[in-house]
């Protein structure tokens, strides 16, 4: 591939999301090369310095997959923009915006009339703030732009504006208290325990199935795991459930093999984080700690509002695991004492949503997608272009969430 041909690569071989349980897991190829050719005029040089410049190109998701074949190992530069959280890479962050907003939704960046809401987590700071607002009006020629943060697009999508959720994602599992459309920030809890701790610990239970290992016939490992505890053969069992001593049937890669009891145990980390050698809170005492930063008055809404939401919440039986937890960790009552617990309650979308009612990991969308009908109707509601022109990247902390 020549110079030349790069900025034609680039674009051909775009940019492409890869969602993995609800987690977003982009990747990004950079390939440089220097043009053969050799000019010896010095002045044609100058002016062909940009052109001579190493290219680079974005790849991710099966587009990556056929990069990887195409080009040798050492050319290819594999990063995640997005690391425990925070983005590392700007460069590729940019480049797969670029692709969601031009090539997948076919918007027409001179001629953009569609304002972008962009969901954020809560632990961003202003400055990630302000560079996501100058790129989206510098670059991408957005009309209007508006942050909102996370887990209040998850309750909007449950129907409610007070709620506690647990969102276990990939990296971490954020505990968020909202009362009344305001996120209780000093009561947020964040434990560094999620599914890529899941998926270490499930592959440990895994190589120790002899029969499993057996039948298989190859080397196991993340991806192995990663796509059985995702494939529906895992359960987390309440109290007094008692594991089926019968193996269950999956397959991988065209194998067909058998899973023991270590199905039963892949997510025991959330509730003893012992178990992957980590010295953090679990999950039910997180939990607690997140309602205490609350106001005692404030605390039975939260417990009847608990959304459990996140690429590692769709396991069977997980909400029946917490409830039972929860409940024994509480004095619950049916006594109208000014403080009494009286009802831990798990929320989910609405009956009149059919589509997506039970499908909780999809509630932020819906939030989403309703706070923008809300919102972009009257330019008054988001940042546009004049707010832009005026204040520049800093008017985000005076107009938006």
């Not at 009847?304 to 929860?326: D, F, N, P, W």
Request: charged share 25%; aromatic share 8%.
């Amino acid at each position: 591939m020549d110079a030349e041909s790069a900025p034609k690569v680039a674009e051909s071989m775009a940019v492409e999301s890869a969602v993995e349980n609800g987690d977003d897991l982009e990747a990004e190829a950079e390939r440089t090369e220097l043009d053969g050719d050799i000019v010896t005029d010095s002045q044609q040089q100058a002016k062909d310095q940009d052109i001579n410049k190493p290219q680079t190109v974005y790849y991710c998701g099966s587009a990556l997959t056929e990069a990887m074949q195409q080009y040798p190992e050492a050319e290819l530069n594999l990063s995640t923009p997005i690391q425990e959280g925070i983005v590392k890479d700007w460069g590729a962050m940019e480049a797969l915006w670029r692709h969601v907003l031009f090539k997948e939704l076919g918007i027409k960046r001179s001629r953009n009339a569609s304002p972008v809401l962009m969901v954020v987590p809560t632990d961003w700071t202003k400055e990630e703030h302000e560079r996501i607002t100058q790129i989206f009006f510098e670059n991408f020629n957005v009309p209007g732009l508006y942050l909102a943060e996370e887990p209040l697009m998850t309750i909007y999508g449950c129907g409610v504006v007070t709620g506690l959720v647990i969102d276990i994602g990939h990296n971490s599992t954020d505990i968020t208290p909202i009362l009344d459309t305001q996120i209780q920030r000093n009561a947020i809890q964040t434990l560094p325990l999620a599914g890529s701790d899941f998926d270490s610990y499930f592959l440990q239970l895994l190589k120790a199935d002899a029969q499993l290992v057996r039948e298989y016939g190859e080397p196991l490992d993340l991806e192995f795991a990663r796509h059985l505890k995702e494939s529906g053969v895992c359960q987390v069992l309440g109290k007094d459930e008692r594991e089926n001593k019968s193996r269950a049937q999956a397959e991988y890669n065209g194998k067909s093999f058998t899973v023991g009891s270590a199905r039963y145990k892949a997510y025991d980390p959330l509730f003893n984080p012992d178990l992957v050698g980590k010295r953090v809170l679990n999950i039910i005492e997180a939990i607690h700690a997140a309602q205490f930063g609350c106001k005692a008055e404030k605390r039975q809404s939260l417990w009847e509002a608990i959304i459990v939401t996140g690429g590692s919440c769709q396991v069977k039986g997980l909400q029946t695991r917490l409830q039972g937890e929860i409940e024994d960790s509480l004095s619950v009552s049916e006594n109208f004492g000014e403080f009494q617990i009286r009802e831990v309650k798990f929320l989910k979308i609405p009956e009149y949503f059919p589509a997506l009612k039970d499908s909780i990991v999809h509630a932020g969308f819906l939030g989403s997608e309703i706070v923008a009908k809300l919102i972009f109707p009257d330019p008054r509601n988001y940042i546009n272009k004049v707010d832009y022109n005026e204040s520049g990247p800093s008017v985000v902390h005076t107009k938006t969430f």
